[in-house]
């Protein structure tokens, strides 16, 4: 079963580490994504700009109506994503635990995929033959 | 450039349209979905399940924390996410709008990515 991970950050502190201090903590995950990559368990993954690059679109009285900033303001707010194949929900949660260990703080989002019938019939599912 | 499209609807209205309907509103992006995809311009997407079968998990004292449900409780919910390729964020706009010519409404957050050397990101 595939699950989305959603990591949401503080991104005010995250940015006031600086790019060497980010740099690091991002490293910190790499073995973690090398193990996993191997058996097939990551799938991929980025990170987001901050939510201040960020944009909505919604259609609002048959007109489209596009704001700056992001759907929701959150307390922290979505940094990254990875895509991850568990065999069930305890596995990705140990995964996430994995990612959620770095030396600096987030909170981990688990959504399992929705396979088959879903928005995006043709769409190519991340990690799948395109 | 890639950017993330983050798709919010109100999943209670939406799980009251039943199967039929559902697949009924979802087919009229196929067009959409095809054109993106010989472009190019589609890489990846999946809906998700209702955030009924979500999990958060956090850290609190270097203790796991494991609670049901989404990190943040929203009045629409994330239904779904689209990977795009784009030449800008005007570009992204625009395919987003297509999207939300459905005839059930939904929300889109575009956001750019930041790709990790070593990473897939798709």
Not at chain 1, 53 to 80: I, S
Not at chain 2, 58 to 79: C, I, N, Y
Request: charged letters at 25%.
């Amino acid at each position: 079963m595939r699950y989305l991970l959603l990591a949401y950050i503080d991104e005010k502190a995250w940015a006031e580490l600086g790019e060497a201090e980010q740099s690091r903590v991002r490293a910190e995950s790499q073995p973690h994504v090398q193990n996993l990559s191997k058996t097939g368990r990551f799938i991929s993954g980025a990170g987001l700009r901050p939510t201040s690059t960020a944009v909505t679109v919604k259609v609002e009285g048959g007109k489209r109506l596009v704001t700056d900033g992001p759907f929701a303001e959150t307390r922290e707010q979505l940094g990254g994503y990875a895509l991850i194949d568990a065999n069930d929900l305890d596995e990705a949660i140990g995964i996430a635990g994995l990612f959620a260990q770095r030396s600096f703080p987030a909170t981990i989002e688990i959504r399992p995929l929705m396979d088959g019938a879903g928005a995006h019939p043709d769409a190519p599912v991340q990690g799948e033959a395109r | 450039m890639k950017y993330m499209l983050l798709t919010y609807l109100d999943e209670k209205a939406w799980g009251e349209l039943g199967e039929t309907e559902q697949e009924r509103v979802i087919s009229e992006c196929n067009p959409h979905i095809e054109n993106l995809l010989k472009n190019g311009k589609l890489l990846a997407g999946a809906p998700l399940h209702p955030t009924s079968t979500a999990t958060t998990l956090r850290l609190q004292d270097g203790k796991r924390l494991v609670t049901d449900g989404p990190f943040a409780e929203t009045r629409e919910q994330l239904g779904g996410y689209t990977l795009l390729e784009a030449d800008n964020l005007d570009e992204a706009i625009a395919i987003a709008g297509k999207f939300l010519g459905r005839s059930f409404p939904t929300a889109i957050e575009i956001r750019p990515i930041r790709d990790f050397p070593g990473t897939p990101s798709h």
